[in-house]
């Protein structure tokens, strides 16, 4: 009467999706049938392993070869109802253990209390690709008190230079680290070592780096006073150029907000009371 085709419409309504509806078991060649809930502890305990990180396809492979008898279209459904299948839900990034800063204004009282690290992509022309440089300054004097450059930072990186740093001054109490969430920072080793020699590590919120600012100004004068101004190709050249820099800002470069006086007059006024700290520890 109204022109409708037939086809499209029902005399009575479906319940749910058409088709056939997921099976909720998967074959397994010595179990049988086991439950979907087996499927995905089996998924989380091979996402578990420190160098895997796989779709639902390889995934699929992982399992076959433990016995199970599945298609990766099912696996994509489950895997996709669990949250497994972006990186952001597979990895743990929520916390266990690490503490968030609280005051976003660092104010401090002597040297070697609050330190920043963060981690600064550098374009190699040559190579075509980028290099990293990590970077660790003293807050109360600006002073640049260790780097690393390289094509590769992993953790085994960030805690010798650590160890290195801290080893100079007998691994002193009453430090705060802080640094952004980086792979490299929330890193279960490099929160163990810390913890381990009694050094507290605070983390940035999402997307607030000024909760790293002087860290972060110090990359960025390094942006506008070295990487702006030189031409460069090779990795050799900018990684001298920057041996100089630091040397130059630590010792030469006056720095406002210190009195414009450089990091290491600053350094020298109050290096005593690291000493203090350290015979009263």
Request: aromatic fraction near 10%.
């Amino acid at each position: 009467m109204v022109g409708i085709v037939q086809s499209s419409y029902y005399r009575k309504a479906s319940d749910g999706k058409k088709g056939k509806k997921p099976s909720i078991c998967t074959l397994h060649t010595r179990k049988g049938l086991v439950s979907q809930d087996t499927v995905v502890a089996s998924v989380k305990e091979i996402l578990k392993h420190e160098f895997i990180d796989c779709g639902y396809r390889l995934m699929a492979s992982y399992l076959k070869r433990e016995g199970y008898v599945i298609n990766h279209k099912k696996l994509y459904r489950i895997m996709k109802e669990e949250g497994l299948l972006k990186l952001d839900n597979r990895i743990d990034r929520s916390g266990s253990g690490r503490k968030f800063v609280k005051y976003r204004k660092v104010i401090t009282t002597r040297p070697m209390e609050c330190l920043e690290m963060d981690i600064k992509m550098v374009w190699i022309p040559s190579v075509g690709k980028n290099a990293y440089l990590l970077s660790v300054i003293d807050v109360h004097t600006r002073r640049i008190l260790k780097d690393y450059f390289s094509f590769n930072i992993k953790q085994d990186q960030v805690i010798a230079l650590l160890s290195a740093l801290f080893e100079q001054y007998n691994y002193l109490n009453n430090i705060v680290i802080r640094s952004d969430n980086g792979s490299q920072f929330i890193a279960r080793k490099v929160r163990e070592y810390l913890a381990l020699i009694g050094v507290q590590q605070e983390f940035t919120h999402v997307a607030t780096p000024e909760e790293n600012a002087h860290i972060e100004a110090y990359h960025g004068i390094l942006k506008k006073e070295v990487f702006k101004r030189f031409d460069y190709q090779y990795f050799g050249e900018i990684e001298q150029i920057l041996k100089r820099y630091v040397k130059f800002y630590n010792n030469r470069r006056l720095h406002g907000l210190l009195g414009r006086i450089t990091p290491m007059e600053k350094w020298n006024v109050d290096k005593h009371l690291i000493l203090m700290k350290k015979s009263t520890a």
